[in-house]
């Protein structure tokens, strides 16, 4: 789970790295182009194609429409949001996908709004807050607001994908589950970015960008993915679930050390009231889960 949240964490200073040469859709498209390539070795490797047997047709049409925001939304409005913002300010404001699902689970799903879940909540849009505006609170200030919402969106594009999964991955297969769901995502990412952006950019990129770009792909989707699901076979969810938290602080490290990123103190302390929130909010769902 370390190098999980490390390959899920080096994503963004390599992205800002990445996104001075190729454009934000065309990075996505070999993200999850590249990303399939490592899973489906995968489920070959693993015999798990054979589980489709058992998918009803319903079922992979559901697994595939899961990737329009699992991985086609999302994909779009993080590295939309990293050509506008600093990988530590997006790796930040992402991880707010587990307030939304909070609040969507109640509104959707009706789940019941505790007075945790309630100060969860409020403790990570605070803490939110004071990452936006970490370099004073006025509205006039060098912000870069399209960045803000493009994070914000993929928070949300992971919110709906992962309550529009919860049903099924209780009774399919995690892995292939994800797997129809992102190459759903791949083909239409793959077409929209044909479409709107073209792959000129990618033709005429260096072969060190190439390289970072092998690197992120493969590191995010095609290793940090098998080992998510074999860890899910060793251990309970919410204990794993305990080391998504790192993905934050690894991300601001790596983008110190990379990117040399530095922030006001506004900043740091927004980082802890968000993971604070999302503690408050797993923990609550832990011990609804217990008992």
């Not at 072969?207 to 060793?234: D, E, N, Q, R």
Request: proline letters at 2%; one cysteine or more.
């Amino acid at each position: 789970m370390l190098i999980v949240a490390f390959f899920w964490a080096v994503g963004h200073p390599l992205g800002i790295i990445i996104l001075r040469t190729v454009h934000p859709f065309q990075l996505a498209s070999v993200n999850l182009v590249l990303g399939f390539a490592g899973l489906l070795i995968f489920l070959l490797a693993g015999g798990k194609l054979q589980e489709l047997k058992a998918f009803s047709a319903g079922e992979i049409l559901h697994s595939m429409a899961l990737g329009v925001f699992g991985f086609f939304f999302y994909q779009i409005c993080t590295f939309s949001a990293l050509k506008r913002i600093p990988a530590s300010m997006n790796a930040v404001l992402v991880t707010t996908n587990v307030i939304f699902i909070v609040i969507f689970a109640a509104l959707i799903f009706k789940e019941k709004l505790t007075l945790f879940k309630i100060l969860a909540t409020l403790t990570a849009a605070a803490g939110a807050v004071f990452v936006v505006f970490n370099q004073g609170f006025s509205l006039a200030g060098d912000i870069q607001y399209g960045g803000i919402l493009f994070s914000f969106g993929a928070a949300l594009s992971f919110t709906f994908y992962s309550l529009g999964a919860k049903n099924l991955l209780s009774r399919k297969d995690p892995a292939v589950v994800v797997g129809l769901a992102l190459f759903s995502g791949m083909i239409l990412l793959v077409i929209f970015t044909g479409t709107v952006a073209g792959f000129a950019q990618l033709f005429a990129a260096s072969p060190g960008t190439w390289v970072l770009m092998i690197v992120l792909s493969l590191g995010m989707i095609g290793l940090a993915y098998p080992l998510w699901f074999f860890c899910l076979k060793k251990a309970r969810a919410s204990e794993i679930a305990l080391f998504i938290y790192l993905v934050p602080i690894f991300a601001g490290i790596l983008s110190f050390l990379i990117l040399d990123e530095r922030f006001a103190w506004r900043f740091y302390f927004g980082g802890l009231l968000i993971l604070g929130g999302i503690f408050l909010a797993n923990f609550t769902a832990s011990r609804n889960n217990s008992t």
